[in-house]
T-cell receptor, first 111, second 116 residues
Framework: AQTVTQSQPEMSVQEAETVTLSCTYDTSESDYYLFWYKQPPSRQMILVIRQEAYKQQNATENRFSVNFQKAAKSFSLKISDSQLGDAAMYFCARSQGNLIFGKGTKLSVKP | DTGVSQNPRHKITKRGQNVTFRCDPISEHNRLYWYRQTLGQGPEFLTYFQNEAQLEKSRLLSDRFSAERPKGSFSTLEIQRTEQGDSAMYLC??????????????FGPGTRLTVL
């Protein structure tokens, strides 16, 4: 089965600090997309950041950046200067038409 | 456009009843997806439409489940003879035609189904 694995069920970070969420995936394809989605409590899922597998440069969106290691099939998310509003479930996903999601990491931000 | 909308937001039903959910995608999006999310899990793919054609169905989509997108716009997901195991959040997502945009799927708020 083609899977996405998030090994950290829960993470905690102090406000203004940096946190890294891990994700590994399995695929036999050479070209694909990877995503991090954020799902706040009782709110809908929104895209945080995306990475195209054929691009070697790591994607960056303001305080969010990824460390994409294609050979290792690793796709971690770094959140810098964490804010209270970053508290949410974070899902890593791989695209093969439809999305295959990991089980998620619950991020708590301490004031 | 206000994004993907889903109705109802919550549905409580008794085991054995039929339920139908509706999804209205973003207007220019021709691709539409249904996912199911149970507590503590990531969303799992159910089915995919391109325009009005249902192009892919997951093995999770049992015979009791049926989805339609008759005019290539809104979609409905019906569950017949509901079981307690059907209790979940049902998410709809849409995306623009392939090659347009960044391959992102835009999610609706979901319909939370509780089967008593």
């Amino acid at each position: 089965a083609q899977t996405v694995t998030q090994s950290q069920p829960e993470m905690s970070v102090q406000e203004a600090e940096t946190v890294t969420l891990s994700c590994t995936y399995d695929t036999s394809e050479s070209d694909y997309y990877l995503f991090w989605y954020k799902q706040p409590p009782s709110r809908q899922m929104i895209l945080v950041i995306r990475q195209e597998a054929y691009k070697q440069q790591n994607a960056t969106e303001n305080r969010f950046s990824v460390n994409f290691q294609k050979a290792a099939k690793s796709f971690s998310l770094k959140i810098s200067d964490s804010q209270l509003g970053d508290a949410a479930m974070y899902f890593c996903a791989r695209s093969q038409g439809n999305l295959i999601f990991g089980k998620g990491t619950k991020l708590s931000v301490k004031p | 456009d206000t994004g993907v909308s889903q109705n109802p937001r919550h549905k409580i039903t008794k085991r054995g009843q039929n339920v139908t959910f509706r999804c209205d995608p973003i207007s220019e999006h021709n691709r539409l997806y249904w996912y199911r999310q149970t507590l503590g899990q990531g969303p799992e793919f159910l089915t995919y439409f391109q325009n009005e054609a249902q192009l892919e169905k997951s093995r999770l989509l049992s015979d009791r489940f049926s989805a339609e997108r008759p005019k290539g716009s809104f979609s409905t997901l019906e569950i017949q003879r509901t079981e307690q195991g059907d209790s979940a959040m049902y998410l709809c997502a849409s995306s623009p035609p392939q090659g347009v945009g960044n391959n992102e799927q835009f999610f609706g708020p979901g319909t939370r189904l509780t089967v008593l």
